[in-house]
C-alpha cells in the first residue's frame, strides 16, 4: 500500500528531478536498477550463456559449434552421471531428514532457561559459520586412512578391531559426507527453529496440558503445526544448498572412491575444468536445475497451502 | 516444560545437550591440538601404542611460522577480507534498496520481480562457473579481486533483498507518512527515517553476507590462479596439499586461522546474525 | 627472512588496496583493465615437486639468478598435481594465467590449439644433449610442432622394505604377478600388506594400472584406433586384480591420493609400493625421524624394484613433466628466454642434482651421468626416459589417450571390479567409456 500522494501544492514546490523521484514508479526503477544489472549481467546471462554451451561442443580452447541435445544424450547414457543423480538425491534426502530431526531435538533441549544459555547457543552455531572448506579438512584429518582419531577412539573402546575404511570403502565414504553435511547443517536448523519454537505460547501448551495431552500429543498437535511454515522454510533453504553442494565433496573425497561420492556439482567440474570438456560440464551443471525447480516449486505450493489454513 | 525429578532433567535434558555440543565443538578442538602438535606426534597410525591424540606435551607453533613464511597466507586473509567487506557492502547497497522498493512501493511487477529476485537464489555458482568464467575473462577481470566482488553479490543480493523486505514490512507506514506530512520527500523519507530504523536488518544482512562470502569456493578456485590473489579457503586447498607429505600441521593451523576472522566478527554480532537468519525464514 | 617477508606482506597489502581503489576507480572511468607497469614478468606454474628440496632451489636461488641474468621478473607458483589441470582450463577459459603451465603426460595433445610452438627450443636442447628420447617426442611433439618443451620423466619403481621380505622368505623381489601376490598374502597375514591407490591420482594410480594392464596384454586401443579393452587378456587381469587386493592389498587403498601410499611406508603399515624415489628420498632427508622397528634407519631397508612381469611382458608407466607456453600469455618472448635459460646445462643439472635421481631427464647424454653412480638405490630410475610406454597404447599418445587418463577409466575398471563388480562387468564398463571417447 501505498503513502499517501502529495497534494499538488506541495508537489509544484520540487524541482523537476524530486518530482520525478515521487512517482514511485520511477522511484522503484531507480531503487532496482543496480541489482537488476549486477543479476542481469551475472546471473541471467551466464545463465543463457551456458545454455548455449551446453547445446555445443565446445571444449578449452575450441569454441566448438551447435550440436543440439546431444551433450545431454550422452550424459544420460553415461553410467557415472547416474550413479551422480542417484548419490544427489540420496545426499539431499538423508542428510535434509537428519536435519531436520536432529535439529528440532536440539532446538526443543534449548527452548528451557538455563545458566550460559546464550553462550551455548553462540558456540553451536560454529559449524554452521566456519568456511565450509576448513571445518571440511578438520574432519578430512579425522577420517584419514591411517591416523583416523575416530578409529583410535573406537578401537580403545574396544569397539572395533580392524580399522574402518572410512573414505576407502564407496558406501562409508558416502556415509562420511553426509555426516559432515549433517553435522555442518543441524545447528541452522536448531537456531531456525528454535525461533519458532519461541513463538509458540507457552499457554498453548498449558492448555492442552490441562485439556489432558501427554508431551508426545502435545508436541505432534500443538507445536508441530505451529512450528510448520518456519520448517519449511528452512528445509526449502537447506535443500538448495545441499543439492548444489560442491566444497565437501571436493575436499573430503574428490567425487570418490570410483565416482561414489559425485554429485552434480563436483561432477561438472571434473568433467569441465578438470578434463576440459567445457560443453558436458555445462549440461551437467544445467541438469540441476529442472530437479530443483520441480523440488522449490512444491515446496513453495506447501508453504503456502499451510500458510492459508 | 517438564518439571520433575533431577535425574529426568539430566537424561532427558542436559546429557543429550552436552553431547550435542561435545560432538558439534570437537573438530575445531581436533584442529586446534593439531595445530599445535610437532610433526613427530602427528604421524602415528591409529593402532600405535602410547599414542595421546586429545593433548599434546610439546605444543609448538612451528606449524603457524611454517604458514606464515612459506605460504602467502597473511595476502590470503587480507584478500579474503577485502573481498568479503566490499562484497557485502555492494550487497547491502543493492539489498536495502531493492528491499524497500519491493517491500514499499506501489508499482507493476513488483511481484513478478520479487519472485524474479528469488528464483535467482536458486541458481547456484555451480550451474554457473563455466559460462561465468568465459564473461569474467571477456571483461578481462581473471585473475583478480574483482571477479569475485562483481560475482559475489550474485547470491549475497537475493538474500539481502529478502531479508530486508522482511524488515521493512515490519515498519508501520504510520512512520513514513508522518514523514511525508512534515514535508519530507519520498527519497528523504526512506534515507531518515526508514533506513536508520532498519539498522538492526542491516547489521543482519551485513553479518550474513559476510559469513557467505567467506565460505564461497567455487567461484574463487576457477577464477583466480596466482598464489598473491587467493583467498583463504582456495589458498588453504590448492597450497597446503604439497607434494607426497601431507602437511597436516600447517594445513590444519591455516583451517584455524582461516576460521578465526569470521568467528570473531560472529561473535560481536551474535544476535543480529541469529535476528538475520530467524527473520529470513519467517519472512 | 620473517623481517622480509613480513615487510614484503604489508607492503603488498597497502599496494593491494592502493592498486585496487586506482584500479576500481579507472575501470569504471576508461571501462577497461588499466595497464600495468611495462616490467616482463614470467609467471610459471609448476606441481608441487615430489622432492621439497628441487621447489626450495628454484624459489630460492633459481628464480633470482633467472631474474638477473634475463631482466625479468620471475613469478614461480607451485599447485597440487591434480589441479594442473584445471588450472589450465581456468587460464584458457578465462584468457589469462600463467605464461608457463607444466604438463603431465598428454595434455600437451590435449590443449594443442592453446599453447605456442616450442619446435626452436627443443630441437636446439635436443641437438646439444644427444637427441631427445622417443617416450618424450611422441607426447610432446605430434610430428609438426612441439607443443611442450620436454623437462622429464618421473620414474615409477616399487619400493620396498628389504628386511621383511626377507623375513618371509622373499630374498629377491618378485617378477612375477604370480610370486607379487604369493609375497604380499604373506606380508599381509603379518599386518603389514602391499599398499597401492585404485583412487583418482594423476601419478600412481595410472603408474600401477597401465602398465599392469599391459603386461597381462591388455589394450585400450589397436594401431588403427579402435577400442579392443574387451578381450580375454584384460579379462584375466581384471580377475587377478581382484584376488591380489583381498589376499595381499591394504584395502584402504581405494580412497588412496598419491601421497597416502608414502605415509603409509613411512609410517610402517605398507611393505611395498609403486611410486617415485619420493619415499627413499624423504627418508634420506631425515634419517632420524624415519627409523624401522629395529631402530635402525628406514634408508638402509629400501630398495627399488621394477613392476613383475605378466604374460606379455613387463611395462612402466612414467610421468612426463613438459613446460607448455600458452597462447594467451602476454609475455611470450620472455618465457621464450627462460626456457631456453633453464635447460642450459649449467641450470638444468641443478635441477637435476636436487631431484637425487627422482627425475629423469628426457635427453640421451643425462643417462649417463655420475649422479647415477652415487646411490645404488636409485640406480633403476635412470632407464625410465627411455623405457617408459606411453598411454593410449597401441595407438598414439594423443589428445583422446588423455582424455581417457584424465576421466581414469582404466583405474575405475579395476577399482570397480576389486569393490565386487564382476570381472565382466567391469571390462564392459570401461569398453563403452572408451568407445564414447575414441568416437
Not at chain 1, 551455548?120 to 574432519?139: C, E, K, N
Not at chain 3, 607426447?139 to 621380505?165: D, H, Q, T
Request: proline share 5%; glycine share 8%; net charge positive.
Amino acid at each position: 500500500m501505498a503513502v499517501t500522494a502529495l497534494s499538488a501544492a506541495e508537489s509544484k514546490r520540487l524541482s523537476p528531478r524530486l518530482r520525478k523521484l515521487e512517482d514511485e514508479r520511477w522511484l522503484a526503477m531507480a531503487l532496482l536498477a543496480p541489482t537488476a544489472i549486477l543479476l542481469g549481467l551475472f546471473i541471467a546471462y551466464p545463465f543463457f550463456e551456458g545454455v548455449l554451451l551446453s547445446l555445443s561442443s565446445a571444449r578449452v580452447g575450441d569454441p566448438g559449434h551447435f550440436v543440439g541435445l546431444k551433450n545431454f544424450h550422452k550424459i544420460w547414457d553415461d553410467s557415472i552421471f547416474r550413479t551422480t543423480v542417484w548419490n544427489t538425491f540420496w545426499y539431499t534426502g538423508v542428510t535434509t531428514v537428519f536435519k531436520l530431526a536432529l535439529g528440532l531435538w536440539l532446538a526443543i533441549l534449548l527452548n528451557r532457561h538455563f545458566k550460559g544459555k546464550a553462550i551455548i547457543r553462540a558456540f553451536i552455531l560454529l559449524p554452521f559459520i566456519i568456511p565450509t572448506v576448513l571445518s571440511t579438512f578438520a574432519w578430512k584429518w579425522m577420517f584419514d586412512p591411517t591416523f583416523s582419531v575416530i578409529n583410535w577412539s573406537l578401537f580403545q573402546l574396544g569397539l572395533i578391531t580392524t580399522r574402518i575404511n572410512w573414505l576407502g570403502d564407496p558406501d562409508l565414504a558416502m556415509t562420511s559426507i553426509i555426516i559432515i553435511n549433517i553435522w555442518r547443517g543441524v545447528p541452522f536448523f536448531a537456531i531456525t527453529l528454535l525461533a519458532g519454537l519461541q513463538t509458540i505460547s507457552p499457554e498453548l501448551h498449558e492448555a492442552a496440558a490441562i485439556d489432558g495431552a501427554r508431551p508426545w500429543a502435545r508436541f505432534w498437535h500443538v507445536t508441530w503445526p505451529l512450528l510448520m511454515p518456519v520448517t519449511l522454510v528452512v528445509v526449502l533453504f537447506s535443500v538448495i544448498q545441499t543439492f548444489a553442494d560442491f566444497q565437501l565433496v571436493y575436499v573430503m573425497t574428490g567425487g570418490g572412491p570410483a565416482n561414489a561420492t559425485h554429485l552434480f556439482a563436483t561432477y561438472a567440474y571434473q568433467l569441465g575444468i578438470g578434463t576440459g570438456l567445457l560443453s558436458e560440464g555445462a549440461a551437467i551443471s544445467l541438469a540441476m536445475f529442472p530437479f530443483l525447480f520441480v523440488i522449490v516449486v512444491v515446496q513453495l505450493l506447501y508453504i503456502r497451502r499451510v500458510e492459508t489454513r | 516444560m517438564i518439571e520433575g525429578a533431577l535425574w529426568r532433567r539430566w537424561v532427558f535434558y542436559n546429557i543429550p545437550l552436552i553431547l550435542f555440543v561435545f560432538v558439534l565443538l570437537f573438530p575445531f578442538y581436533w584442529m586446534i591440538v593439531t595445530t599445535f602438535r610437532p610433526d613427530g606426534e602427528l604421524y602415528l597410525p591409529w593402532n600405535a601404542p602410547n599414542y595421546m591424540p586429545f593433548w599434546t606435551n610439546n605444543p609448538t607453533f612451528e606449524h603457524i611460522l611454517y604458514l606464515f613464511e612459506e605460504t602467502n597466507f597473511a595476502r590470503w586473509m587480507f584478500n579474503t577480507m577485502f573481498i568479503a567487506l566490499v562484497s557485502t557492502v555492494i550487497s547491502l547497497f543493492c539489498g536495502v534498496l531493492a528491499g524497500y522498493a519491493l517491500a514499499r512501493l506501489n508499482f507493476p511487477y513488483a511481484g513478478g520481480l520479487g519472485t524474479a529476485i528469488f528464483i535467482t537464489y536458486l541458481v547456484p555458482q555451480t550451474l554457473l562457473f563455466i559460462p561465468l568464467a568465459e564473461i569474467i575473462r571477456n571483461f578481462q577481470l581473471g585473475d583478480t579481486p574483482w571477479s569475485l566482488i562483481l560475482t559475489y553479490p550474485t547470491f549475497l543480493i537475493p538474500f539481502c533483498t529478502w531479508l530486508m523486505m522482511g524488515y521493512f514490512k515490519a515498519i508501520p507506514k504510520e512512520l513514513e507518512e508522518c514523514a511525508r506530512i512534515d514535508g519530507a520527500s519520498r527519497w528523504k523519507a526512506m534515507v531518515y527515517i526508514i533506513i536508520p530504523v532498519a539498522v538492526p536488518g542491516i547489521l543482519s544482512s551485513g553479518i550474513i553476507a559476510f559469513t557467505l562470502s567467506w565460505n564461497e569456493f567455487i567461484y574463487a578456485l576457477v577464477f583466480l590462479s596466482s598464489p598473491d590473489q587467493k583467498t583463504v579457503p582456495v589458498g588453504v586447498t590448492s597450497e597446503l596439499i604439497r607434494g607426497d607429505v601431507f602437511f597436516w600441521g600447517p594445513l590444519m593451523a591455516g583451517a584455524l586461522l582461516g576460521s578465526i576472522p569470521v568467528a570473531i566478527v560472529y561473535s560481536f554480532f551474535v544476535e543480529h546474525y541469529v535476528a538475520g537468519l530467524t527473520g529470513s525464514v519467517k519472512g | 627472512m620473517a623481517k622480509t617477508k613480513r615487510r614484503s606482506v604489508l607492503k603488498l597489502a597497502g599496494g593491494a588496496a592502493a592498486a585496487s581503489m586506482g584500479g576500481m576507480a579507472a575501470i569504471l572511468a576508461s571501462g577497461r583493465m588499466p595497464a600495468f607497469a611495462q616490467q616482463r614478468t614470467v609467471h610459471w606454474l609448476k606441481w608441487v615437486d615430489f622432492v621439497p628440496a628441487t621447489d626450495t632451489l628454484l624459489k630460492r636461488e633459481m628464480m633470482p639468478e633467472a631474474e638477473k641474468a634475463l631482466g625479468v621478473k620471475m613469478n614461480l607458483e607451485t599447485v597440487n598435481g591434480n589441479d594442473l589441470q584445471p588450472r589450465i582450463t581456468a587460464g584458457i577459459q578465462s584468457g589469462a594465467g600463467a605464461d608457463l603451465i607444466m604438463s603431465f603426460n598428454s595434455y600437451t595433445h590435449l590443449y594443442a590449439n592453446s599453447v605456442v610452438d616450442v619446435s626452436a627450443i627443443a630441437e636446439e636442447v635436443g641437438k646439444r644433449e644427444g637427441g631427445i628420447l622417443p617416450y618424450a617426442k611422441a607426447i610432446c611433439s605430434n610430428g609438426k610442432v612441439y607443443m611442450g618443451m620436454p623437462w622429464a620423466v618421473i620414474g615409477g619403481m616399487i619400493a620396498y622394505r628389504k628386511s621383511w621380505l626377507d623375513e618371509v622368505g622373499v630374498t629377491k623381489f618378485p617378477d612375477t604377478w604370480d610370486g607379487y601376490r604369493e609375497a604380499a598374502k604373506k606380508l599381509k597375514a603379518k599386518g603389514r600388506p602391499f599398499g597401492q591407490t585404485l583412487g583418482h591420482t594423476f601419478g600412481d594410480a595410472p603408474g600401477f594400472t597401465y602398465p599392469y594392464l599391459w603386461s597381462w596384454g591388455g589394450k585400450e586401443v589397436d594401431a588403427s584406433g579402435k577400442v579392443v579393452l574387451n578381450s580375454k587378456e584384460t579379462l584375466e587381469s581384471i580377475k587377478f586384480m581382484q584376488g591380489l587386493w583381498k589376499d595381499g592389498m591394504d584395502e584402504g587403498g581405494l580412497a588412496w591420493d598419491d601421497t597416502n601410499n608414502n605415509r603409509a611406508f613411512l609410517s610402517q603399515t605398507i611393505s611395498a609400493t609403486l611410486n617415485g624415489a619420493s619415499i627413499y628420498i624423504e627418508t634420506l632427508r631425515k634419517p632420524d625421524q624415519y627409523k624401522t622397528e629395529k631402530g635402525l634407519p628406514m634408508n638402509k631397508d629400501i630398495q627399488h624394484a621394477p613392476l613383475p612381469k605378466g604374460p606379455a611382458g613387463q611395462f612402466g608407466f612414467h610421468l612426463l613433466q613438459s613446460n607448455m607456453l600458452m597462447k594467451y600469455s602476454k609475455n611470450q618472448d620472455a618465457a621464450k628466454e627462460f626456457l631456453k635459460w633453464i635447460h642450459t646445462e649449467a641450470n638444468y643439472r641443478k635441477f637435476f642434482e636436487s631431484q637425487k635421481g627422482f627425475a629423469t631427464p628426457c635427453t640421451a647424454k643425462w643417462e649417463s651421468d655420475k649422479l647415477w653412480d652415487v646411490d645404488p638405490v636409485m640406480a633403476p630410475f635412470k632407464v625410465a626416459a627411455r623405457l617408459g610406454q606411453a598411454i593410449g597404447n597401441a595407438g598414439p599418445p594423443d589428445a583422446k589417450a588423455q582424455e581417457v587418463l584424465s576421466k581414469y577409466i582404466i583405474t575405475d575398471m579395476y577399482a570397480k571390479a576389486v569393490q565386487g563388480m564382476p570381472a565382466e562387468d567391469a571390462m564392459k564398463w570401461a569398453e563403452a567409456e572408451l568407445k564414447k571417447v575414441y568416437v
